[in-house]
């Protein structure tokens, strides 16, 4: 039984909700508000001194913070994750470009605007924010012309990992229409058995 | 025969310098120069069309591009990476670390100082990485004082991808005097076999 330490909101903890529904796996649920200030307890901070959710419980007692670690290693043996050397390298690839490249422009523009007053300065950080979140999608849209999936050609956490922020895109204010192939890639990842969405 | 595309004094770059020569793998190495938009070519974005180094260059004629995922592909099988399940997710849990909340601060803050003139705009971040980046250290700090590396009781890529650009931190403004227990793994790392220095 796993021990989920997530907001439910948040994309990066809705990845590890989506791959432990799709590989059947037990878990509980224990919401945490980084919103306020729940990250930065003395009881949250000794499960993860990083502060930041999602963290996950493990049998043994210990914790593993990082989103797209949890899914790797929920995944690792799984049809989630690509049974060769390079397969999964590719995945790593895509994981690591999320991490890097695509949510702290994608993710951080929804917070922004979904969390923050109209009037917060952070505000000014938007158009940034787009310009290089609208190169992620393109680097997205470009590889997924030629492929239905991110790595090794079917189904992985790759998809998981990308899809979790990629899908409420327009809430940062990204119109996907721009995108035809990421919105097909979209509808596939939710046309996967045991799909479940980001909680409304 | 593996053949990087890297910039030498970069920080992810050398992490892949370093793998391959700790696991004594056969490679050439194509200095391409991103500060003189040599990662923004056609050649070279037909290679990774996410425009940056290191991309690796691999036998089947094939690229792989961010270094945590090189890494990670280059150890699989060898004494770098833990040969356990939770140790692997330990490795990858510090190299995510690595990308969001260390990197995009410290190396950063670096790239600033480094490459950028004394009357740059950007300097107007420096503050804000400074906080980030202290904090990146604090954390390790904290795990260094209990084990002496970061997955697995061992030496793995998860010690390189922190190495990269911990070591150089104080070119980002960074004083490392703060932290024993960082300075002292730094100098484990430097005693690791076959260990090469970031070209000067």
Redesign the interface.
Same mark, same amino acid.
């Given at each position: 039984m796993f021990t989920v330490y997530g907001k439910s909101d948040s994309g990066n903890c809705y990845k590890v909700k989506l791959a432990l529904e799709q590989l059947g796996l037990a878990y509980r649920w224990v919401e945490v508000d980084s919103t306020r200030g729940e990250t930065r307890s003395a009881a949250f901070l000794a499960k993860n =001194?990083?502060g930041?959710v999602p963290t996950l419980g493990?049998a043994?007692g $210990?914790y593993? =913070?990082? $989103?797209? %670690?949890?899914l790797? &290693?929920l995944a690792?043996g799984s049809a989630l994750l690509p049974a060769d050397? #390079?397969g999964? %390298?590719?995945a #790593? +690839?895509w994981?690591?470009?999320e +991490? &890097? $490249?695509h949510? =702290?422009c994608i993710a951080v523009a929804r917070s922004i605007l979904r969390y923050l007053p109209p009037d917060s300065p952070r505000r000014a950080e938007l158009p940034r924010l787009q310009e290089r979140g609208h190169q992620a999608l393109a680097?997205m849209e +470009?590889?997924l012309a030629g492929t239905p999936f991110f790595a090794g050609g079917a189904y992985s956490v790759a998809d998981i990992a990308l899809f979790a922020y990629t899908h409420c895109a327009p809430d940062g204010g990204f119109d996907l229409a721009r995108y035809p192939a990421v919105s097909a890639w979209l509808a596939r990842v939710r046309g996967q058995p045991r799909f479940v969405p980001l909680p409304a």
């Open positions: =001194p990083n930041k493990l043994d $210990s593993l =913070p990082e $989103s797209n %670690a949890i790797h &290693y690792e050397r #390079l999964r %390298a590719r #790593l +690839q994981m690591f470009f +991490q &890097y $490249s949510e =702290p680097v +470009q590889h």
